[in-house]
């Protein structure tokens, strides 16, 4: 019971380069989304997803693309780094009605 | 736009207190809120959900309350243990979804022995 994965956990990308965040999930949930956690601002939603194919935006989603291709899978794109987006990323997941959110580990991402 | 307030920031008790940790939201219109706790560089650990028709939920030590007129919830912690030393987060769904969470900045929580 892996609940939901992501990696890397650790990065470390230059100004200007581009990569990509990885989650899945193996609970067969509609809803997935894309958080950052920054000291002194809490988590804030950057991308979310309400079933394969359908995404929408957060409350910060400049700078960052997502799709959502199958059930399990949710990557979050960096287009061109920037030092701004260095920050913990959290992707987290949930079934539909009111039930719990699970998160995974999260990737902590340095932009120098 | 639903904001969400966590008082104190910080708090220092010794072991085997109880404790009550605040979460306040300023749109009342919620599905549900729900706590997380959340360990040095790791992910969130849902703890509880309370239901909008739910007034408290429980789980082991501890207890979770929700009025949702005031927009205020509790977190409530019986006979605190060294284990508990965690920053605890309340989110509320946001947006008029029951997805889209709005979280509170949390409250770093430091037993001492």
């Known amino acids: 019971n892996a609940g939901v994965t992501q990696t890397p956990k650790f990065q470390v990308l230059k100004t200007g380069q581009s990569m990509t965040l990885q989650c899945a999930q193996d609970?067969?949930?509609?809803?997935m989304s894309w958080y950052r956690q920054d000291p002194g601002m809490g988590l804030r939603l950057i991308h979310y997803?309400?079933?394969?194919?359908?995404?929408d935006q957060g409350e910060v989603p400049n700078g960052y693309n997502v799709s959502r291709s199958t059930t399990e899978d949710f990557p979050l794109r960096l287009l061109s780094a920037a030092p701004s987006q260095t920050s913990v990323y959290f992707c987290?997941?949930?079934?539909?009605?009111?039930?719990?959110?699970?998160f995974g580990q999260g990737t902590r991402l340095t932009v120098v | 736009k639903q904001e969400v307030t966590q008082i104190p920031a910080a708090l220092s008790v010794p072991e085997g207190e109880n404790l009550v940790l605040n979460c306040s939201f300023t749109?009342?219109?919620?599905?549900?809120l729900q706590w997380f706790r959340q360990d040095p560089g790791k992910g969130l650990t849902s703890l509880l959900l309370?239901?909008?028709?739910?007034r408290e939920q429980t789980s082991g030590r501890l207890n979770a309350s929700l009025d949702k007129s005031s927009g205020r919830s509790t977190l409530y912690i019986a006979a605190s243990q060294p284990g508990d030393s965690a920053t605890y987060l309340c989110?509320?769904?946001?947006?008029?979804?029951?997805?889209?969470?709005?979280f509170g900045k949390g409250t770093l929580l430091t037993m001492n022995p």
């Open positions: 997803s309400v079933g394969a194919g359908i995404t």
């Open positions: 609970m067969n949930h509609e809803y």
């Open positions: 309370i239901q909008s028709s739910q």
């Open positions: 989110a509320v769904p946001s947006g008029g979804s029951n997805y889209k969470l709005t």
């Open positions: 987290a997941s949930r079934t539909g009605g009111e039930v719990k959110a699970f």
């Open positions: 749109d009342s219109a919620i599905y549900n």
